[in-house]
């Protein structure tokens, strides 16, 4: 199975930062990586996908980039409503692994 | 719009089985995989497998082998997730989510099945 590891755990960042969660894969997986947000009892919503492309009706503000093992997730200035934890997966082979997640927090 | 439904929570005792429905709207059911993935309380993401509506096909993780089955029924554009034998460690929210395709990704999701497997 790839193993998927994102960093950090958790973060606490400020209304306005520039916010960037990575995600390492234990092989290559070219560009095929999928990142998530998740809120407190709700289903989670794709984000990005093929590790750059935005999903439609998401805001601007969130970018992907990365290939072969290392990806990041970008969140350019953090707003109220991007609290919650954010999830890579992999979509390379039949068994898509998920990383473990990052819990987004308000300072 | 396209819509996932997922039926309601359930309870059961150790060593019995759960059945969890979803059903489609919105889109050409045949044409995308429905993958389930479950998600323990405060825990990540477990993939289970998929089925392919267009025909039945399906894959399951490897650890599920052996008390998991997923079918569906295109009449209705539903799929089913049937896990037997429970377990106390099977306690957990499990989703439906839509295949994208090439790759892209799950959208959208089910509202999620919270199972509870209790004494």
């Known amino acids: 199975d790839i193993q998927m590891t994102q960093s950090p755990s958790s973060l606490s960042a400020s209304l306005g930062d520039r916010v960037t969660i990575t995600c390492r894969a234990s092989?290559?997986?070219?560009?095929?990586l999928n990142w998530y947000q998740q809120k407190p009892g709700k289903a989670p919503k794709l984000l990005i996908y093929?590790?750059?492309t935005l999903q439609s009706g998401v805001p601007s503000r969130f970018s992907g980039s990365g290939s072969g093992t290392d990806f990041s997730l970008t969140i350019s200035s953090l707003q109220p409503e991007d609290i919650a934890t954010y999830y890579c997966?992999?979509?390379?082979?039949?068994?898509?692994?998920f990383g473990q997640g990052t819990k987004l927090e308000i300072k | 719009q396209v819509q996932l439904v997922q039926s309601g929570a359930d309870v059961k005792k150790p060593g019995a089985s759960v059945r969890v429905s979803c059903k489609a709207s919105g889109y050409r059911f045949t044409g995308y995989y429905i993958h389930w993935v479950r998600q323990a309380p405060g825990q990540g993401f477990e993939w289970m497998g998929w089925i392919n509506p267009n025909g039945g096909a399906t894959n399951y993780a490897q650890k599920f082998r052996g008390r998991v089955n997923m079918a569906t029924d295109t009449s209705i554009n539903s799929v089913y997730l049937e896990l037997t034998n429970l377990e106390s460690d099977d306690t957990a929210l499990y989703f439906c989510?839509?295949?994208?395709?090439?790759?892209?990704?799950?959208?959208?999701w089910g509202q999620g099945t919270q199972v509870t497997v209790s004494a």
């Open positions: 989510t839509r295949d994208t395709g090439s790759a892209s990704g799950y959208d959208p």
């Open positions: 093929v590790a750059s």
């Open positions: 997966q992999q979509s390379y082979n039949t068994l898509y692994t």
């Open positions: 092989q290559t997986i070219s560009r095929y």
